[in-house]
């Protein structure tokens, strides 16, 4: 059973996240951060969660996150996973950040649409986290860069068919 911590819960992301993840038979979720719901239970909050999970939301503690569990979600607006994470990596924590903060290998691109990075160092240990493609670098990463549904939607059709050689790129 891995323990599971989800940083940023209650957002909409993160209280999706804890809805899937609350029925899946090898997670137990250990932690539950929210900064505006700390002390309250999550499923005061989200009522339909009711039964399902049984714990109260928590400001990010790094000591107290990594002494719970083993895997780390973070479930945050872009730019703040940036400042929390190479904590979490640097305890040996395994993370894997739903914002787009470690989708890009290089930090201009992800300068050129968002903002400056400021945990570039980590840029070389994650893995876009598109399982499909990357399953076997994200079995072996500590980081891996969760891929955005509009991305996903387009490349999972699409691989398969420049692999194949189907698409000529001169037309």
């Known amino acids: 059973m891995i323990r599971v911590g989800i940083v940023g819960a209650t957002g909409y992301a993160g209280a999706e996240l804890v809805r899937i993840l609350s029925g899946h038979p090898g997670v137990k979720i250990t932690v539950l951060t929210s ?17 399902s999970v049984d714990l ?18 973070t479930a945050l607006p872009h730019k703040l996973p940036m ?3 190479p904590e979490l990596i640097r305890r040996g924590k395994k993370v894997i950040d739903l914002s787009a903060d470690f989708r890009f290998g290089d930090a201009k691109q992800y300068e050129k649409h968002y903002q400056r990075h400021t945990a570039k160092n980590l840029l070389e240990i994650a893995v876009y986290g598109l399982s499909e493609i990357y399953h076997e670098k994200i079995k072996e990463s500590d980081l891996i860069g969760n891929p955005g549904c509009y991305p996903t939607s387009v490349l999972l059709p699409l691989i398969p068919i420049v692999k194949s050689n189907l698409i000529n ?3």
């Open 83 to 85: 400042e929390l994470i």
């Open 35 to 51: 900064r505006k719901y700390k002390g309250e239970r999550f499923d005061g909050i989200y009522p339909s969660m009711t039964g």
């Open 56 to 73: 109260t939301c928590e400001k990010f503690d790094a000591d107290h996150i990594c002494d719970r569990a083993d895997l780390i979600y």
């Open 169 to 171: 790129f001169n037309t």
